[in-house]
């Protein structure tokens, strides 16, 4: 699902404030401060609202998240280690850039590793597993997308929840980095002209029926299904180069 831009901006303005931090000075960051601008920009810049290849400017971001420029710089490179923002040699850093070939490459990795992910968490799930998932996705469900920032947190709450089981930590480092790196594209997906007739709610309680089956052909078939349809409405979007990023 992706919830309007215009109802979750606002939200991101007053969330992003960091409080209690003297940004006229330019202190040695707390470990706090520097992970909440980290979470407040990651969030700019999977939304859209940092546009892919947008030049991430200290000053400017100083200003919109209020800290001071050492937690922008260190929440940063934090975020080149995530692969959503980049290093421009000498001078400074860019929102990474998106592409049709990128987004092949996440989808196909994502759904290879999650398939073995899920097929291990259901043979391994017990009830306590099973309550969990469940639970997961009522929260997602009753957040719905006017809240972009709540949604977001609970949308991937259900999507890991569903591999908890999997006893690979790599693998499930893995699948979360993946999941992160393919939100900006499920927003960008979320601009074509067809993406209204996508029944989002219907596939999760689809891919949940299954996995609380324990019907694993039919969970992870769901769940792959669920993460092609982004790249079918993908294909519509004129706001993807064809192609790999631009450099």
Request: proline letters at 4%; aromatic letters at 6%.
């Amino acid at each position: 699902m992706v919830p309007a831009r215009s109802a979750g901006t606002k939200g991101y303005e007053s969330e992003m404030s960091v409080q209690n931090f003297d940004a006229g000075g330019d202190p040695t960051p707390s470990t706090s401060t520097t992970q909440t601008t980290y979470q407040a920009i990651r969030r700019m810049i999977i939304t859209g609202v940092l546009a892919p290849g947008e030049k991430l400017k200290i000053e400017t971001l100083k200003e919109r998240i209020q800290v001071g420029a050492s937690p922008i710089r260190e929440a940063l490179t934090l975020l080149v280690a995530d692969k959503l923002v980049e290093r421009i040699d000498q001078r400074g850093f860019r929102a990474s850039p998106v592409s049709q070939d990128n987004f092949a490459e996440i989808l196909r990795l994502r759904c290879a590793l999650e398939d073995m992910a899920l097929r291990e968490s259901i043979a391994a799930g017990d009830e306590a597993w099973e309550e969990a998932l469940v639970l997961a996705h009522h929260r997602m469900a009753r957040v719905g997308g006017a809240d972009v920032a709540t949604f977001e947190d609970a949308h991937k709450t259900f999507h890991m929840a569903l591999l908890a089981r999997c006893s690979s930590p790599i693998l499930l480092g893995y699948c979360s980095q993946l999941y992160d790196l393919n939100v900006r594209y499920r927003y960008l997906a979320g601009r074509s002209r067809h993406y209204g007739t996508r029944d989002v709610p219907a596939e999760h309680r689809e891919i949940l029926a299954a996995a609380v089956a324990r019907d694993v052909p039919l969970a992870t078939s769901r769940l792959l299904h669920h993460y092609q349809q982004t790249g079918t409405f993908l294909r519509e979007t004129p706001d993807l180069t064809e192609g790999k990023a631009p450099s």
